[in-house]
């Protein structure tokens, strides 16, 4: 007598769909996890920085640099000096700046800041205003 192999069995459909269903989820969260993985290396750190000056080199002469970059990227950095700049140099820096943000915002597209934190700020000088009159007046408080 011949041994006859049973012939294979058929998933069900809606077996199929959970298994698709669970192999595009691991898909999603492994590339998350990957993307995250990249952001916390000097070189993703060093880049996020030469965009943010590039970005904001434009803006009417004003320019912000970004100075040791750290901490646990995008939601909670730390950066070690910002500066902001215009035509005549710095005119503001802060530094030991610490940022929290909330990641499910963020990852809706809303930028929901938890703590803005500044070890030191310095305003150096009031910034030339571009378009405006200038004024000899002193910065002064209400009241």
Not at 46 to 52: F, H, K, M, S
Request: hydrophobic share 45%; net charge positive.
């Amino acid at each position: 007598m011949t041994e006859k192999t049973p012939p294979p069995m058929k998933v069900p459909g809606r077996m199929r769909w959970i298994r698709w269903g669970a192999l595009l989820t691991l898909s999603v969260v492994l590339f998350l996890v990957t993307v995250w993985a990249c952001l916390q290396t000097q070189w993703a750190r060093e880049g996020l920085t030469a965009w943010v000056r590039a970005a904001t080199q434009g803006l009417d002469g004003y320019r912000v640099t970004l100075t040791r970059l750290e901490g646990g990227l995008p939601f909670s950095p730390r950066i070690g000096r910002v500066t902001l700049s215009d035509g005549k140099g710095a005119w503001l820096e802060a530094q030991r700046v610490d940022i929290s943000i909330r990641p499910w915002a963020l990852l809706s597209g809303v930028l929901d800041v938890n703590w803005f934190r500044v070890g030191t700020l310095s305003v150096l000088r009031l910034p030339e205003t571009a378009g405006t009159e200038k004024h000899d007046d002193v910065l002064s408080a209400p009241g």
